[in-house]
Protein backbone atom coordinates (compact mmCIF):
# COMPACT_ATOMS: atom_id res chain seq x y z
CA UNK A 1 0.00 0.00 0.00
CA UNK A 2 0.77 3.93 -0.38
CA UNK A 3 3.18 5.13 2.30
CA UNK A 4 3.82 9.00 2.71
CA UNK A 5 6.95 10.22 4.79
CA UNK A 6 7.02 13.47 5.94
CA UNK A 7 10.08 15.99 7.04
CA UNK A 8 10.63 17.73 9.23
CA UNK A 9 8.46 16.65 12.26
CA UNK A 10 9.24 20.10 14.18
CA UNK A 11 9.79 23.63 12.07
CA UNK A 12 10.45 26.55 14.37
CA UNK A 13 10.80 30.23 11.67
CA UNK A 14 10.48 33.53 12.51
CA UNK A 15 8.00 35.87 11.57
CA UNK A 16 8.10 36.50 7.55
CA UNK A 17 10.26 34.47 6.86
CA UNK A 18 9.16 31.14 5.19
CA UNK A 19 8.26 27.86 5.87
CA UNK A 20 8.80 24.29 3.58
CA UNK A 21 7.49 21.33 4.73
CA UNK A 22 8.14 18.43 2.08
CA UNK A 23 6.51 14.67 2.11
CA UNK A 24 7.81 11.48 -0.08
CA UNK A 25 4.89 9.27 -1.52
CA UNK A 26 5.51 5.46 -2.51
CA UNK A 27 2.88 4.56 -4.90
CA UNK A 28 3.34 6.30 -8.75
CA UNK A 29 -0.29 5.68 -8.63
CA UNK A 30 -0.96 8.15 -6.38
CA UNK A 31 -3.18 11.24 -7.74
CA UNK A 32 -4.40 13.53 -4.83
CA UNK A 33 -2.25 15.17 -2.84
CA UNK A 34 -3.84 17.80 0.33
CA UNK A 35 -2.39 19.21 2.43
CA UNK A 36 -4.70 19.82 5.97
CA UNK A 37 -3.58 22.43 9.15
CA UNK A 38 -4.62 20.87 12.48
CA UNK A 39 -4.65 23.52 15.25
CA UNK A 40 -4.28 22.05 18.76
CA UNK A 41 -7.12 20.29 19.96
CA UNK A 42 -8.84 20.75 16.61
CA UNK A 43 -9.94 18.80 13.56
CA UNK A 44 -8.30 19.30 10.66
CA UNK A 45 -8.93 21.48 7.98
CA UNK A 46 -7.81 21.60 3.78
CA UNK A 47 -5.37 24.21 3.59
CA UNK A 48 -4.30 23.56 -0.47
CA UNK A 49 -4.40 20.32 -2.54
CA UNK A 50 -2.82 19.76 -6.03
CA UNK A 51 -3.72 16.47 -8.40
CA UNK A 52 -0.96 14.68 -10.52
CA UNK A 53 -1.61 16.29 -14.01
CA UNK A 54 -0.26 19.69 -12.27
CA UNK A 55 2.96 20.68 -11.00
CA UNK A 56 2.23 23.78 -8.64
CA UNK A 57 -0.29 25.52 -7.34
CA UNK A 58 -0.51 28.72 -5.21
CA UNK A 59 -3.26 29.96 -2.96
CA UNK A 60 -2.10 33.41 -1.25
CA UNK A 61 0.86 32.87 0.85
CA UNK A 62 0.75 28.96 0.02
CA UNK A 63 1.88 26.96 -2.41
CA UNK A 64 2.16 23.32 -3.33
CA UNK A 65 4.63 22.02 -5.83
CA UNK A 66 4.20 18.32 -7.02
CA UNK A 67 7.47 16.31 -8.93
CA UNK A 68 6.38 13.47 -9.70
CA UNK A 69 9.17 11.59 -11.18
CA UNK A 70 11.03 11.75 -7.77
CA UNK A 71 7.48 11.20 -5.67
CA UNK A 72 7.85 13.99 -3.73
CA UNK A 73 5.89 17.03 -2.84
CA UNK A 74 5.84 20.15 -1.16
CA UNK A 75 4.63 23.30 1.48
CA UNK A 76 5.55 26.12 0.98
CA UNK A 77 4.37 28.98 3.24
CA UNK A 78 5.86 32.60 2.55
CA UNK A 79 5.44 35.36 5.11
CA UNK A 80 4.38 33.41 8.20
CA UNK A 81 2.38 34.68 10.89
CA UNK A 82 1.74 33.84 14.25
CA UNK A 83 -1.26 32.33 12.97
CA UNK A 84 0.59 29.69 11.13
CA UNK A 85 1.58 28.12 14.12
CA UNK A 86 -0.03 24.99 14.18
CA UNK A 87 0.70 20.41 12.90
CA UNK A 88 0.23 20.16 8.96
CA UNK A 89 -0.55 16.65 7.65
CA UNK A 90 0.51 16.18 3.94
CA UNK A 91 -1.61 12.94 2.52
CA UNK A 92 -1.67 11.23 -0.77
CA UNK A 93 -4.44 9.07 -2.43
CA UNK A 94 -5.05 6.75 -5.83
CA UNK A 95 -8.63 6.38 -4.64
CA UNK A 96 -11.35 8.27 -6.43
CA UNK A 97 -13.61 7.83 -3.51
CA UNK A 98 -10.80 9.84 -1.24
CA UNK A 99 -9.57 7.17 0.98
CA UNK A 100 -6.14 9.03 2.24
CA UNK A 101 -2.81 8.09 3.57
CA UNK A 102 -1.25 10.53 5.63
CA UNK A 103 2.08 11.51 6.70
CA UNK A 104 2.97 11.88 10.66
CA UNK A 105 3.07 15.83 10.81
CA UNK A 106 4.80 18.78 11.40
CA UNK A 107 4.85 21.06 14.24
CA UNK A 108 5.14 24.63 12.59
CA UNK A 109 6.07 27.12 15.02
CA UNK A 110 6.57 30.99 14.04
CA UNK A 111 8.00 32.87 16.33
CA UNK A 112 7.37 37.16 16.62
CA UNK B 1 -17.20 21.02 7.96
CA UNK B 2 -20.08 22.11 10.00
CA UNK B 3 -21.86 19.33 8.54
CA UNK B 4 -20.17 16.52 10.00
CA UNK B 5 -20.61 16.15 14.00
CA UNK B 6 -19.49 14.14 16.59
CA UNK B 7 -20.34 13.07 19.88
CA UNK B 8 -19.52 12.94 22.71
CA UNK B 9 -16.81 15.57 22.47
CA UNK B 10 -14.98 13.87 25.74
CA UNK B 11 -15.87 10.03 26.87
CA UNK B 12 -14.26 8.39 29.78
CA UNK B 13 -14.36 4.19 29.80
CA UNK B 14 -12.96 1.77 32.15
CA UNK B 15 -11.15 -1.06 31.31
CA UNK B 16 -13.07 -3.70 29.75
CA UNK B 17 -16.35 -1.89 28.74
CA UNK B 18 -17.06 -1.27 25.23
CA UNK B 19 -18.02 2.23 24.36
CA UNK B 20 -19.45 3.79 20.93
CA UNK B 21 -18.57 7.16 19.50
CA UNK B 22 -21.27 8.45 17.23
CA UNK B 23 -20.56 10.27 14.00
CA UNK B 24 -23.28 11.87 11.77
CA UNK B 25 -23.29 13.92 8.66
CA UNK B 26 -25.82 15.88 6.78
CA UNK B 27 -23.92 16.29 3.27
CA UNK B 28 -25.29 13.53 1.53
CA UNK B 29 -21.92 12.18 1.31
CA UNK B 30 -21.18 8.78 0.05
CA UNK B 31 -18.25 7.68 2.04
CA UNK B 32 -17.42 8.23 5.69
CA UNK B 33 -13.70 7.48 7.32
CA UNK B 34 -12.42 6.89 11.28
CA UNK B 35 -8.83 7.99 12.19
CA UNK B 36 -7.39 7.40 15.17
CA UNK B 37 -4.74 10.06 16.55
CA UNK B 38 -2.17 9.70 18.40
CA UNK B 39 0.45 12.57 19.68
CA UNK B 40 3.11 12.77 17.08
CA UNK B 41 1.91 9.78 15.09
CA UNK B 42 -0.66 11.35 12.43
CA UNK B 43 -3.71 10.11 11.43
CA UNK B 44 -4.13 6.61 11.00
CA UNK B 45 -7.14 5.00 9.18
CA UNK B 46 -9.32 2.35 11.43
CA UNK B 47 -12.25 1.70 9.33
CA UNK B 48 -14.26 3.21 6.54
CA UNK B 49 -17.41 2.79 3.96
CA UNK B 50 -18.07 3.54 0.71
CA UNK B 51 -21.31 3.11 0.67
CA UNK B 52 -24.50 2.08 2.85
CA UNK B 53 -24.04 -1.64 4.06
CA UNK B 54 -20.58 -2.53 3.63
CA UNK B 55 -17.57 -1.44 5.12
CA UNK B 56 -13.63 -2.06 5.13
CA UNK B 57 -10.71 -2.55 7.71
CA UNK B 58 -8.07 0.38 7.58
CA UNK B 59 -4.73 0.49 8.99
CA UNK B 60 -5.52 -0.49 12.49
CA UNK B 61 -9.17 -1.95 12.41
CA UNK B 62 -7.99 -4.81 15.71
CA UNK B 63 -10.23 -4.10 18.94
CA UNK B 64 -12.61 -1.58 17.00
CA UNK B 65 -16.20 -2.52 14.49
CA UNK B 66 -18.49 -0.36 12.81
CA UNK B 67 -21.78 -0.27 11.02
CA UNK B 68 -23.03 1.68 7.97
CA UNK B 69 -27.01 0.91 8.51
CA UNK B 70 -27.83 4.65 7.30
CA UNK B 71 -25.67 7.10 4.91
CA UNK B 72 -25.37 9.65 7.02
CA UNK B 73 -24.38 7.52 10.41
CA UNK B 74 -21.06 5.66 11.20
CA UNK B 75 -20.90 4.61 14.19
CA UNK B 76 -17.51 3.62 16.13
CA UNK B 77 -17.36 0.89 19.04
CA UNK B 78 -14.70 0.73 20.57
CA UNK B 79 -14.01 -2.70 22.29
CA UNK B 80 -12.46 -4.20 25.22
CA UNK B 81 -10.46 -6.07 22.72
CA UNK B 82 -8.41 -2.73 22.17
CA UNK B 83 -5.60 -2.65 24.70
CA UNK B 84 -4.91 0.59 24.12
CA UNK B 85 -7.93 2.98 23.20
CA UNK B 86 -6.71 6.91 24.67
CA UNK B 87 -6.54 8.71 21.73
CA UNK B 88 -8.14 11.38 19.63
CA UNK B 89 -11.06 9.80 17.05
CA UNK B 90 -11.78 11.81 13.97
CA UNK B 91 -14.53 11.02 11.69
CA UNK B 92 -14.58 12.51 7.84
CA UNK B 93 -16.32 12.09 4.63
CA UNK B 94 -16.36 12.82 1.26
CA UNK B 95 -18.74 12.39 -1.62
CA UNK B 96 -18.29 10.24 -4.55
CA UNK B 97 -15.70 11.02 -6.80
CA UNK B 98 -14.39 13.77 -5.01
CA UNK B 99 -11.29 13.64 -2.74
CA UNK B 100 -11.60 16.32 -0.56
CA UNK B 101 -11.94 14.88 3.30
CA UNK B 102 -14.16 17.07 5.26
CA UNK B 103 -13.47 16.20 9.28
CA UNK B 104 -15.81 16.29 12.38
CA UNK B 105 -14.83 17.82 15.35
CA UNK B 106 -13.62 14.68 17.07
CA UNK B 107 -14.41 12.56 19.94
CA UNK B 108 -11.49 12.82 22.81
CA UNK B 109 -11.41 9.02 24.35
CA UNK B 110 -10.00 8.47 28.09
CA UNK B 111 -9.51 4.94 29.51
CA UNK B 112 -9.36 4.96 33.84
Known amino acids: GENVEQHPSTLSVQEGDSAVIKCTYS??????FPWYKQELGKRPQLIID?????GEKKDQRIAVTLNKTAKHFSLHITETQPEDSAVYFC???????????FGAGTQVVVTP | DGGITQSPKYLFRKEGQNVTLSCEQN?????MYWYRQDPGQGLRLIYY???????QKGDIAEGYSVSREKKESFPLTVTSAQKNPTAFYLC???????????FGPGTRLTVL
Open chain 2, 92 to 102: ASTPRSYNEQF
Open chain 1, 27 to 32: DSASNY
Open chain 1, 50 to 54: IRSNV
Open chain 1, 91 to 101: AASTDSWGKLQ
Open chain 2, 27 to 31: LNHDA
Open chain 2, 49 to 55: SQIVNDF
